[in-house]
């Protein structure tokens, strides 16, 4: 079928169902150089994600060839005298159908990436500036490919998420975090300048100093403010391996202790310091075996009883030291010094070496071996919560040896501190962006990464770990722990006024100024379409 007979298709059955009163030639006449989609393919693609909690068809998917294809769209919806919903879909990695629409037009943003039937090129590749130290990437570009092309250039951005199959767009309208962010700050907070198409349909350029609210507002934004159609990311050297070390604990505060310690070293010289710092909770011997876990040799295999948990829980410290292979004759001893100030079970020490992009890709290759056991496309009731640093022993208590019991997890359990300040660089969480974070100068990620399994076990049903997931949420409620979904899901406007807090008025006046018709990322089910 032609583009153009397609489109035509698409209009139609958007008029049909949303009841448009759009003249469809005036769609027609946009003159989209992509494509607008109605092949059930595309549409079935557009309606699941990563999660697959929800699911919602979309009208049909725009494949853009150019910002100005998002732009021509948005502002027809904008216009239009009912108006239609626009939801940019990353990588489709949300868990809550946050990229999802229902009586819109879902834009495919990494269809580059995947070769679309564009075919590749039709949308720009990274553009490293290598004397400036950043990089212009399309929104839907994906960091596994951002890294590739940096790399060429000896430069790598500096702030991760643990995964790199997830698109910029998607990272920067939550926050995106690794175990880096102590150090650098979350990604939104390593990020110059933006192209960004409003809800009105206008494509501007924002940075600190140009269109600044446009700027703040969108990053960690969930969607709701614009879509990112370019990012300018900031890069420094990449170092070329990494020393990767895994060391657990059975003692609660001595384990984050020492997390806390690592993170203040910060700001220090680099060889005093690690790289990145991350950790995860073992509240079952499986998760030794588990996905993230593959680490554990089987020449190195760890017992929970043999190292004493205490409550049947144990603690894994992980941290890596980067370095270059001409220093190399330095890291043992950079990471030997390291270490002494650490109190960890002397027997449980797990040491790899490996190149930078393998460590950064890690988890792709946990996927594709989920992949082959068929147990990636699962549903996933992932929970992650902010914590402040001053309630973290209380979630150990009530939650780690409270209420997840020793019941298999079926998945990792991530906690690391991340902080707001160090010594080289004030305000890693700018309060000017959208993101919310924990009243407090240090905050836990506790991400629970748990994948729902059809094996007959109930402990591990769709049904049991939302369940549980509740009773987390108000385990925390109920005991003043002042936590903040990251990732947030929520349904009604009282919980999300409650999750934003302070800073709900402003997100509700960026709303109004950037998205007055609130077309923008409905899925998040913040505010409903204005007719
Ligand atoms: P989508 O799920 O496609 O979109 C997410 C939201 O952003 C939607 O509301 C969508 O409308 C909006 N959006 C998408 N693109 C744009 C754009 N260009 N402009 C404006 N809005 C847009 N997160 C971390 O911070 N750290 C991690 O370590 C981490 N690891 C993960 C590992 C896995 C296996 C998975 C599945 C997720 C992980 N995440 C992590 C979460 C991830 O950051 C979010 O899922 C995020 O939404 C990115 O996914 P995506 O690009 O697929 O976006």
């Not at 489709?92 to 229902?102: L, R």
């Not at 102590?182 to 140009?210: A, R, W």
């Not at 420094?236 to 003692?251: G, K, M, T």
Request: glycine content about 8%; charged content about 20%.
């Amino acid at each position: 079928m032609t583009t153009k007979l397609l489109l035509t298709f698409a209009i139609c059955r958007l008029i049909v169902t949303v009841g448009l009163t759009v003249d469809p030639s005036e769609l027609l006449r946009l003159g989209v150089e992509g494509q607008l989609s109605v092949d059930p393919c595309d549409v079935e693609t557009a309606s699941l994600d990563f999660g697959l909690i929800s699911r919602s068809e979309p009208m049909a998917v725009l494949h853009p060839a150019s910002a100005d294809d998002i732009a021509r769209l948005v502002q027809a919806a904008y216009l239009s005298s009912q108006g239609f919903t626009v939801s940019a879909r990353g990588h489709g990695h949300s868990i809550n159908g946050q990229a999802q629409t229902s009586n819109g037009v879902v834009i495919e943003m990494s269809g580059r990436s995947r070769g679309n039937r564009l075919g590749p090129g039709n949308l720009a590749k990274p553009r490293v500036a290598v004397k400036e130290m950043h990089v212009d990437v399309w929104g839907g570009e994906l960091w596994i490919d951002v890294l590739r092309s940096t790399l060429e250039h000896g430069l790598a951005p500096k702030s991760w998420t643990d995964y790199l199959y997830l698109s910029v767009g998607g990272t920067l309208s939550n926050g995106g975090i690794s175990g880096q962010a102590f150090n650098h700050g979350p990604q939104i907070s390593n990020v110059y300048e933006l192209d960004v198409v409003t809800g009105k349909g206008e494509l501007m350029t924002c940075s600190e100093e140009q269109n600044s609210k446009l700027f703040h507002a969108v990053l960690g934004g969930l969607g709701q403010f614009g879509i990112i159609t370019r990012a300018r990311i900031a890069l420094e050297p990449a170092p070329q391996r990494v020393r990767w070390i895994r060391v657990l604990y059975s003692n609660f505060s001595t384990f984050t202790r020492d997390q806390e310690h690592l993170i203040s070293l910060h700001g220090e010289p680099s060889t005093l310091k690690f790289d990145y710092v991350e950790g995860f909770v073992i509240v079952d011997e499986g998760l030794i075996n588990n996905w993230r876990s593959s680490f554990f040799s089987p020449r190195n295999p760890v017992k929970i009883s043999s190292v004493g948990a205490n409550g049947g829980v144990l603690y894994c410290l992980e941290i890596t030291k980067n370095y270059d292979e001409s220093t190399g004759d330095t890291i043992d001893q950079e990471v030997e010094a390291l270490m002494k100030s650490l109190n960890f079970i002397p027997s449980t020490v797990f040491t790899t070496d490996l190149p930078y992009i393998d460590f950064l890709d890690r988890v792709h290759k946990a996927e594709l071996k989920l992949r082959a056991k068929d147990l990636w496309e699962v549903p996933h009731p992932w929970l992650n919560l902010f914590v402040p640093k001053s309630r973290i022993a209380d979630l150990d208590r009530g939650v780690f040896k409270g209420i997840l019991g020793n019941n298999k997890t079926s998945g990792p359990i991530l906690i690391y501190p991340m902080n707001k300040n160090n010594r080289t660089r004030k305000h890693m969480w700018d309060q000017r962006s959208s993101v919310v974070t924990p009243d407090e100068e240090v905050f836990y990620l506790v991400a629970l990464l748990r994948s729902a399994l059809d094996n007959g076990e109930e402990t591990q049903s769709l049904e049991y770990l939302t369940d549980q997931n509740r009773e987390i949420l108000s385990f925390c409620d109920d005991a003043g722990i002042n936590v903040k979904q990251y990732l947030p899901h929520y349904t009604t406007r009282e919980e999300w006024m409650d999750h934003f807090g302070d800073k709900w008025d402003q997100f509700y006046q960026r709303k109004m100024e950037f998205d007055p018709r609130r077309i923008l990322a409905t899925g998040q089910r913040i505010f409903n379409p204005s007719s």
